[in-house]
């Protein structure tokens, strides 16, 4: 079946918008991650959703930062007031189910952010 | 909390030959697993092997190996009879134990290191 899926792939902004990003996880798949990837670093995870439900948001680095995901499905990470140094490649992710070995995350292609 | 050290940024090989890509990690965890992961210019990350630290075996998958050292925290992949598709970053990754679904399937991942294989 279709894996998961990232729309915009690219998404180029001014300093001072709004963005949001939107992530299609693969169908049955109930855990869904957003990752943050800076040019040259590894992953910094943002939030995780089990259902419609985030148990942890410890990763969203400020208050501009949100995500929501409805019917247990799609979600969005929506960044208010973008500054330059959110501009990274967004990875979203999802699984069967979260916090087991035998459930790997798949990845979508991600979305790239530049925020000029 | 968990942190992943990739130590080296680069490395580059001929085609055919073997490479051995290294990481170590820091938990006071006695029970985890362990990752490899491949982003290739796709962006596309993409499991390579995993690892239980329970299972003293060492994990394979085709030309993939790891050797993990539990005692010493390291857990390095081996790419042997490397091919021009495994031109990519690699990520190692971290994931601790967790019952039931009390928290995230929270990967800390290294740095990573981009794998360049010459023809």
């Known amino acids: 079946g279709a894996g998961v899926s990232q729309s915009p792939s690219n998404k180029v902004t001014e300093k001072g918008k709004d963005v949001e990003l939107r992530c299609d996880p693969i169908?049955?798949?109930?855990?869904l991650y957003w990752y943050r990837q800076s040019l040259g670093q590894g992953l910094e995870f943002l939030i995780y959703?089990?259902?419609?439900?985030?148990?942890?948001k410890s990763g969203l680095p400020s208050d501009r930062f949100s995500a929501e995901r409805t019917g247990g499905s799609v979600s969005t990470l929506t960044i208010q007031r973008t500054q330059q140094e959110d501009s990274a490649v967004y990875l979203c992710?999802?699984?069967?189910?979260?916090?087991?070995?035998?459930?790997?995350?798949?990845f979508g292609n991600g979305t790239r952010l530049t925020v000029t | 909390a968990q942190t992943v050290t990739q130590s080296q940024p680069e490395m580059s090989v001929q085609e055919a030959e073997t490479v051995t890509l290294s990481c170590t990690y820091d938990?006071?965890?006695?029970?985890?697993?362990l990752f490899w992961y491949k982003q290739p210019p796709s962006r596309q990350m993409i499991l390579v092997i995993r690892?239980?630290?329970?299972?003293?075996q060492n994990a394979t998958e085709n030309r993939f190996s790891v050797n993990f050292q539990k005692a010493a925290k390291s857990f390095s992949l081996k790419i042997s009879d490397s091919q021009l598709g495994d031109t990519a970053m690699y990520f190692c990754?971290?994931?601790?134990?967790?019952?039931?679904?009390?928290?995230?399937?929270?990967?800390?991942f290294g740095q990573g290191t981009r794998l360049t294989i010459n023809p």
């Open positions: 938990t006071s965890e006695n029970n985890y697993y």
């Open positions: 169908s049955g798949h109930t855990a």
């Open positions: 990754a971290f994931m601790k134990h967790l019952w039931g679904i009390q928290g995230a399937q929270k990967l800390v």
């Open positions: 959703f089990q259902g419609n439900s985030a148990p942890d």
């Open positions: 992710a999802s699984s069967r189910r979260a916090g087991a070995y035998n459930s790997p995350l798949h």
């Open positions: 690892q239980e630290a329970y299972k003293q």
